[in-house]
């Protein structure tokens, strides 16, 4: 089982910045052989999917933010955050902290761990 818990969500002005962490539980090996992801939700849609890094420190976007949002991991701290620079009003939702890996009871699957979410509210 993993614990993941995030920090440094908060209020900012439109085009501040911000830096979320997540901290997870559990064997620095597991950890290291995860991938990890940030997704964002706002009040009443879906959770979407903000930036991902592999294991190998290879990371993906979406497109909106590229340029923008950094994500980073710290394999010795079992760490991943992700910098987020010019926030935007409707980037305005709670974060969430993803870490996956295969099933080991069925490698043709994936499991995924969640933290509870820090909130990012970006108004003036």
């Known amino acids: 089982q993993v614990h993941l818990v995030e920090s440094g969500g908060g209020l900012v002005q439109p085009g501040g910045s911000l830096r979320l962490s997540c901290r997870a539980s559990g064997s620095r090996s597991s950890f290291t052989v995860s991938d990890l992801g940030w997704y964002c939700q706002a009040q009443g849609k879906q959770r979407d999917l903000v930036a991902i890094i592999g294991k190998h420190h290879d990371t993906k976007y979406v497109y909106s933010v590229k340029g923008r949002f950094t994500i980073t991991r710290d394999n010795a701290e079992n760490k991943v955050y992700m910098q987020m620079e010019r926030l935007k009003p409707k980037e305005t939702a709670v974060y969430y902290c993803?870490?996956?890996?295969?099933?080991?009871?069925?490698?043709?699957?994936?499991?995924?761990?969640w933290g509870q979410g820090t909130q990012v509210t970006v108004a003036s």
């Open positions: 993803d870490l996956y890996k295969k099933n080991p009871n069925n490698p043709s699957t994936t499991i995924h761990f």
